[in-house]
């Protein structure tokens, strides 16, 4: 009985020990064995892999994908014309050489995340004191983010390398203070605010032109109408002249006769005209003397008056 208590301690033991020196890598990391803290081995290829038992030897793990470092940090910096800024920004970086990694960073990407940081805010510094607010937003954008790389790349693959390949640097946002953002927005909506008024008064200047046009069309096509009517209205006359005449010429006595009715019905035009006249002694009643004479009629009285 004792006998086989020994052996299956012996097994277990034997198994505990064989699992101390197994050890798997898998393929997004590098495995790093230490043998009594000193960096014995990387294995950057996956799969089931051997080392002596610990204390002799020891294994950690080393992320190998592509990493990304957000910007914590929210401490304004300076541009060229003195204006303060916030910006947010990412990289992204990759661990290349775990051995340099380890000996010139850290042990983990924690470490190299810290670094890193304090490395590319600098860079991101450096760049933005050199440009106007103007370029930070919109010109010259992307060669600051393409100047802050190289910059970056510089340090990390300086005389003591990293061991890490920076991918790219972004900013992903660039803003003012709290404290001038207001002004800001107001200076742009007054601005926003002219180039209404601007426009407005263009157009009210464009209808006035257009309203003005169309009244001196207006005018000349009513002046072209009226010059057109008397025209028309001269000729008529004219028209009308020739052919009283020729009627009249005709009968002397009976245009005569037909101009002092006329001139008599102009002469009362209203009922309430009054004319006094002397029936001898004026050419208005000649007509009608002759006409009462002829038809053996007796002249009016010399003091009566017609009335309407």
């Known amino acids: 009985m004792n006998r086989i208590g020994l052996i299956v301690t012996s097994l277990l033991v034997a198994l505990a020990l064989l699992s101390s020196m197994l050890f798997v890598v898998d393929q997004r990391q590098f495995g790093v064995v230490y043998a009594l803290g000193q960096v014995k081995e990387v294995i950057s290829e996956p799969g089931l892999k051997f080392k002596l038992p610990p204390p002799l030897q020891n294994v950690s793990y080393i992320d190998k994908r592509l990493l990304t470092l957000d910007s914590v940090d929210t401490e304004p910096m300076l541009t060229l014309e003195k204006q303060r800024v916030v910006i947010d920004w990412y990289v992204r970086w990759r661990i290349t050489d775990p051995l340099a990694y380890i000996r010139n960073v850290g042990l983990d990407e924690a470490a190299g995340a810290n670094q890193l940081n304090r490395v590319v805010r600098n860079a991101f510094q450096e760049e933005i004191n050199r440009r106007t607010v103007r370029e930070l937003l919109?010109?010259?954008?992307?060669?600051?983010?393409?100047?802050?790389?190289?910059?970056?790349l510089e340090v990390v693959k300086g005389t003591k390398p990293w061991g890490?390949?920076?991918?790219?640097?972004?900013?992903?946002?660039?803003?003012?203070?709290?404290?001038?953002?207001?002004?800001?927005?107001?200076?742009?909506?007054?601005?926003?605010?002219?180039v209404a008024n601007e426009l407005r008064s263009t157009g009210a200047a464009e209808g006035e032109k257009i309203r003005a046009d169309a009244d001196r069309q207006r005018e000349v096509a009513?002046?072209?109408?009226?010059?057109?009517?008397?025209?028309v209205k001269g000729e008529g006359d004219a028209l009308a002249a020739s052919t009283y005449a020729e009627a009249f010429g005709r009968d002397p006595q009976f245009a005569q006769f037909y101009r002092s009715l006329e001139a008599y019905k102009a002469s009362f035009a209203k009922k309430s005209d009054v004319l006094v006249v002397d029936p001898s002694g004026t050419e208005f009643f000649r007509a009608f003397r002759g006409g009462m004479s002829g038809g053996g009629g007796g002249a009016p009285a010399a003091n009566s008056a017609p009335r309407r």
Do not use: G, H, P, W
Request: glycine residues 0%; positive net charge; charged residues 45%.
């Open 138 to 152: 919109s010109s010259r954008r992307e060669q600051l983010m393409q100047d802050v790389r190289r910059e970056v």
């Open 164 to 194: 890490i390949d920076i991918i790219d640097v972004r900013i992903t946002r660039a803003d003012y203070v709290d404290a001038i953002t207001e002004s800001v927005y107001r200076r742009m909506e007054a601005e926003r605010k002219r």
């Open 222 to 231: 009513v002046a072209n109408a009226y010059r057109e009517a008397q025209k």
